[in-house]
Nanobody
Framework: VQLQASGGGLVQAGGSLRLSCVAS????????MGWFRQAPGKERELVAA????????HYADFVKGRFTISRDNAKNTVYLQLNSLKPEDTAVYYC?????????????????WGQGTLVTVSS
């Protein structure tokens, strides 16, 4: 399984972006998916996770209603809508797949990782 993330870019504070992650293979709908991020000098952290059907989601506390994770199993794609962006949201965002539990919040729960897409938020 390969994951290809896209949609990052430069945006002003308060702006929005939508990240996409397309998965290869036929098993996409069997697994939980997630988005993580890593800011310069910091450890990678969970942003959001979604169950294999899309019926359940989990968000990090810092999201506070600003981001939305969703998936389209027919398109083998998971999305992360980023709204009300702040400079502290600047990071490389990674999609992760192959989560074996209903909701997977830890890095070690994921088997597949995308290459990352850079989000830069200017003040």
């Amino acid at each position: 399984v390969q994951l290809q993330a896209s949609g990052g870019g430069l945006v002003q504070a308060g702006g929005s972006l939508r990240l996409s992650c397309v998965a290869s293979g036929r098993t996409f709908s069997r697994y939980g998916m997630g988005w993580f991020r890593q800011a310069p000098g910091k450890e990678r952290e969970l942003v959001a996770a979604i169950s294999r059907t899309g019926s359940s989601t989990h968000y990090a506390d810092f999201v506070k209603g600003r981001f939305t994770i969703s998936r389209d199993n027919a398109k083998n794609t998971v999305y992360l809508q980023l709204n009300s962006l702040k400079p502290e949201d600047t990071a490389v965002y990674y999609c992760a797949g192959g989560g074996s539990s209903w909701i997977n919040v830890h890095e070690w729960e994921y088997s597949y990782w995308g290459q990352g897409t850079l989000v830069t938020v200017s003040s």
